[in-house]
Each structure stands twice: as C-alpha cells, then as structure tokens.
C-alpha cells in the first residue's frame, strides 16, 4: 500500500515527499479510514509505529481553513516532551496547509502561553493540567473542539490524570469525535473506555502471537504471593545464569512490594521503575540496570513498554498478565536481536485463566517447570489473596466484627448508600431544614408550601 491508496490531498502528499515517506506504516493504513469516518477510535500502537500520524493525517485533510480563535482539535498528551514532539510531526505534516499549531503544558510561565492562545488557534497539543488551568481562565475556549485526541492514554492514567481528564470532558462539547491511543491495554484504559465512549472503533496492528522463536518460555505454578516470593529468590541466587534480569507487576503497589521484599536479599543489585516515581529516579533505574550496575529491574507493564535495553538474561512475569498482548510485550523485552532469550511465568490458581487466554493467543502451552522441593511454600496470604466468604456453621467462626472476610469489606451503612442524584440530595436537604449545597437555588421554592 502506498499513501496514494489514502486519498489525501496535494499540500499532504507534498509534505510527505519532502519527508521521503512513500507508504503508510500498519498502524496507518488501518486507522486512516476509521478516524476519518468521525467514529470514535480506540487505536493500540506503541512509540515508534508512526501512531502521530496515523491520527493526524486524516484529520489535517478534514480540516478546512479557518480563521476562528478558538480551536477545533484538541491532542492530549502526559508528558511535556510529547508535547514538543507531537507539535514537531504535526508541523511537518501541515508544512503546506494554513493551519495553526500550539503546544501548551505546565512548568513553564502561563502568560506566555495566554498570549499565543489570545491569538487563534487550530490544532492544540497540550498536558491536561495546563490545558484545564487555561480553560478556567477563560482565556481558551473550549466549546469549538471537535476532534478529542488523547494520546499514551495508558500512561496518563498510571500518572493518575484520570480526574483531570474527566474535568476536562465535562467542558468539551458532548458532540465530538474522541480518538484514543494507547500501547498497552490496561484495565484503567478499559473502564476509561467504557465510560466515556460511544460505540468506539478499535483498531491495532495485530500484535502477533507467535512469539519470537529464540524466546525459551517457561511456567510455575505457584499458590500465592510469599510463595512466589520464595521462589523468585531463589532463582535469583543464581547470579551466572540470571545475570540481567528484568522482573514484570501489574501494578505501581505490587512493584512497590515486590522491590521491598526483595531489598533485604538484593539490596545492591536492585532498582525499580514505575509511574510514582520521578522521571529523574526512572532515568537513574533504566540506566543502571542498562550499564549492568544492577542486575535486577522491577517494573510495571506502562513503564517498562518501549524499554530498549540489550542483554537482557531473563523476564520474570511474577504476575500474570490479563491482558495477552502485555505478555507479548513482556518477553519481547528478552531475545532482542536474535540473540537467545528466556522467560518465566509464575501464575496463580486465580491466574489461570489469564495463563489460558495467552497460551491461546500463541496457540502454544507454555512448558511447566515443576515446583522445587526446596522452595519453602508459604501460607501466608496477602489481604487480597484472603478468602472473601466465610464458612457457614463453622464452629471456629469468628464473631462478626472480628471477621477479616467479607463483612470487613462490607460498605459502613452510611456509606452503602447508592448515588441517588437530585432526589438523596432534596432529602437530606428536607432534613437539615437547609440546601446541603449552596447553588441548590430551587430549595426556597420547594419548601415554601
Ligand atoms: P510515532 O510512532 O508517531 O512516534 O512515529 C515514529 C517515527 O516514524 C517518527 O519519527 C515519524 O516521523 C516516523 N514516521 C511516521 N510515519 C512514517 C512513514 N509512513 N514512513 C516512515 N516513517 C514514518
């Protein structure tokens, strides 16, 4: 396929040309008609699969001149950086269209970017902190936008932008075309996704399961955290063979945990790198475990994507994926560049089913390694690993308040209440004989009869 195939137009094709780019990457040819179509798209490319212009084609040759203030599309993006490089590409791309292009983001004097807002704009590429501080001062006008682009979706809402983002819609106009893409699929992108979109579109550049063939997988079963916890030590005594190992959690509190549990055992040989820590400290851990100054890296699956580091001896997944393409991603991170790779997998008895939806993916099972017999199993339990329901008749039972089950996670009675909207707020409102809240104009009239 070339971009001839995309129907762009004259300004486009030259900009390309002076680009020296002939053909769409995957990632584009897919979306192309997709975005172009005005649904809303969920795309999942990573860096460097040409994803910028995968959105931006089709909307720079849908955007017609105008001379409007206010902007049509709006980019989101988490870090300033992306800023600089979205606005960068987009540039590129609208080398000969009459567009006008600003990135704003937060660290920087705001007046500056006031000014440029004051002047008109069409295509705004933005953090959502400064975006929102700019809206509220009244300064940008948002009611014009048309196209919502949120790009790195996945890491934005690891680095917790999730309210900012929902601010941010409660001020978009409802009619608009929400674009979203993201590298990896998480649960928090998931619910994003459920909440806020219509009928949305999905398109991906099939991430193969067919796993590079130089990666020797293996499995544990393992019952419960402290158990994998005795196992991973002891894997990790093995420092000849286990030499660069770069060790997987779903989650920044797991990572967290894990690298915690392990400090005592590996405290010079170890770093961790997830979305709570500075961007100074997760600079310092890839390069440190990149120079082989530690040996083992504990990471999350949105901090770790993109991570290019050579030599890496092992991936541990101490959790199973949910997703099947995280896995993919996961080892692909070992057997780079056709030198030999390999990869273990503890999974739960709770993870099974996660196990089984990657093995389909790669129409393989993974070979089983059967447990040591001198890896200690523990019986401890994680609150979460704990039993949510308790035993009926059991004589042993704890008293209710003592219970750690269900009953503990059960909501407080004034806190079960579900959101009842309008008609909670009246009744609290009837009761306290005053508006709860102090906008609530219609109170006087309710009350007065
Ligand atoms: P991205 O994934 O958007 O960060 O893009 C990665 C790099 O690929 C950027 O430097 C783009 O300029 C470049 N690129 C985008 N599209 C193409 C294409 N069709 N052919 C060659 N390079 C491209």
Do not use: W
């Not at 590079?212 to 994998?228: G, M, R, S, W």
């Amino acid at each position: 396929m070339t971009f001839q195939d995309l129907k762009l137009n004259t300004p486009l094709y030259n900009a390309l040309d002076d680009l020296g780019f002939t053909n769409p990457t995957p990632i584009q040819a897919e979306a192309f008609n997709v975005v172009a179509s005005g649904s809303d798209v969920v795309g999942i490319a990573q860096t460097g699969t040409g994803k910028t212009f995968a959105y931006m084609l089709p909307i720079l040759r849908g955007l017609k001149y105008s001379e409007q203030e206010s902007p049509r599309v709006l980019v989101m993006v988490p870090t300033r950086e992306l800023v600089v490089q979205v606005v960068d590409e987009i540039e590129k791309l609208a080398k000969y269209i009459n567009v006008r292009v600003l990135g704003v983001y937060g660290g920087v004097n705001i007046n500056a970017q006031k000014r440029a807002v004051a002047e008109g704009i069409d295509i705004i590429v933005a953090t959502p902190g400064r975006l929102y501080d700019l809206a509220v001062s009244r300064v940008l006008q948002l009611k014009t936008i048309q196209k919502l682009v949120i790009d790195e979706v996945d890491v934005m809402l690891d680095l917790g932008f999730r309210h900012q983002l929902i601010n941010i819609f409660d001020i978009l106009p409802e009619r608009r075309q929400n674009i979203m893409f993201s590298a990896t699929m998480t649960e928090d992108v998931d619910a994003l996704i459920n909440d806020f979109f219509i009928a949305p579109k999905r398109v991906s550049i099939a991430v193969s399961g067919t796993p590079l063939e130089n990666i020797d997988q293996h499995k544990y079963a393992v019952p419960n955290f402290y158990t994998k916890l005795n196992l991973l030590k002891e894997i990790l005594k093995d420092t000849e063979t286990f030499n660069k190992v770069l060790i997987f959690v779903g989650f920044k509190k797991m990572a967290d945990r894990l690298f915690d549990a392990l400090d005592e055992n590996f405290h010079d040989e170890l770093c961790v790198i997830h979305s709570n820590k500075t961007q100074n400290y997760r600079l310092r851990s890839i390069e440190q475990f990149r120079a082989g100054d530690n040996r083992i890296l504990v990471a999350t699956d949105v901090m770790a994507r993109g991570l290019d580091i050579d030599n890496v001896s092992h991936v541990i997944n101490f959790d199973t994926p949910n997703f099947p393409e995280n896995y993919m991603h996961r080892i692909g991170r070992t057997g780079r560049a056709e030198r030999e790779g390999k990869s273990i997998l503890f999974y739960t008895e709770k993870e099974q089913e996660a196990l089984e939806r990657i093995e389909g993916l790669m129409q393989m099972t993974i070979p089983e390694i059967e447990f040591p017999e001198n890896v200690a199993i523990s019986t401890d339990l994680l609150e979460e690993e704990r039993p949510q329901i308790l035993e009926r008749n059991n004589p042993l039972k704890l008293r209710d308040e003592d219970a750690p089950g269900s009953a503990f996670h059960e909501k407080k009675e004034k806190n079960s209440k579900e959101n009842l909207g309008g008609s909670y707020k009246f009744k609290i409102a009837a009761k306290y004989k005053k508006p709860k809240t102090r906008g609530d104009k219609n109170y006087n009239k309710r009350n007065k009869k």
